[in-house]
């Protein structure tokens, strides 16, 4: 059996800026990084059988002849192209469930690609993995999403990544000394707020909008000024500073689309504001899914109090990205109590 895993990510500025509409007119960036949050992939042979068997957290099996028949999209894509003989059973497991804004979808990708390259012996890079999973969701499938999730996911780690008009990708650890990423780690706080939602179905929204309304362009422009503002509070290791950008991107981001926010989880934002937080968004295209804040630790338990009537996903940093690993982990980690049921 061959095993991979890839984890989800938290994003903390420029996202939007991952879209082809804005980064072949100017260059993007975003800042981000990986948590202990993962999607997990296994592949076997099938005993006298060319047929393909596949579970997913959706609570889905499928069973079929030829990939081509293949309910699953990104199964189907990946499947099609490299495994069309069969004869392979395919499970994947998540910690966390789609449509949450932690990228649980594209690294559900990553690690279906470096699993299944790992059953062919084939030998890929961090890079050729990355781009290879943004091939699959945007070129194959034509999904309205940006390059940010899976380049997060094949690299792992705290990173500031940058999108250039001829489609490059430069990915660039940032290092901070222990006590600093500590710190940042314990002062930030996951709150699920509902209402999981299809991403493209917002990101699709805000690409037309940016690709025809100059106001709304220089919108995302300010927010990858924003991006680079972050990364440098971050280098100063003033996470002050980090936190204020912070609400300054969602502030900025919110105007880009109806779909992006509404009147609950506005209110959830500000009664966090209200009760010690210095800043945060929404994770994702918008919409619904996990809110991060940031707050200091003798503000915390006040915080959560306010909040109490939001579910919190505890979390940490984690600096390696998709990865092969043992049958024993995909086992312990299917055999635990799912976490995704905590996120209905």
Known sequence: MIVAKAPCRISFAGGGSDLPSYYVRSPGAVLSTTIDKYTRVSIRALASSSDISLAYPEEERERVASASSIRHPIFRAVCSELLPQGG?????TSDV????????????????????????SETVSR????????????TRLGNPIGK???YAAAFGGLNFIEFASDHTVRVTPLALPASVARTLEQSLLLFYVGNTRRSGDILSDQEKAV?????????VTRMVGLAHQQREALLSHDLGAFARVMDE??????????????????GYYTRALQHGA??????????????????ELEHQERLRRALSDLPEMP???????????SAEDFETAAGTKDARRAYP
């Open 88 to 92: 392979v059973e395919i499970v994947s």
């Open 97 to 120: 469930p789609n449509g949450t804004g932690l990228a649980s979808s594209s690294s559900f990708t990553v690690a279906l690609l470096a699993a299944i390259r790992a059953y062919r």
């Open 127 to 138: 890079e050729e993995l990355a781009a290879e999973a943004c091939h699959v969701e945007i």
């Open 148 to 150: 940010q999730d899976q």
């Open 211 to 219: 690709a025809s309304d100059d106001a709304k362009f220089q919108t």
């Open 249 to 266: 991107g969602w502030r900025l981001k919110r105007s880009l689309s109806s779909k992006i926010t509404n009147a609950a989880i506005d």
């Open 278 to 295: 210095l800043g945060g968004k929404l994770l994702g295209a918008g919409g619904g899914g996990f809110l991060l804040v940031y707050c």
């Open 315 to 325: 979390f940490g940093f984690i600096s390696s990205g998709a990865q092969l690993v």
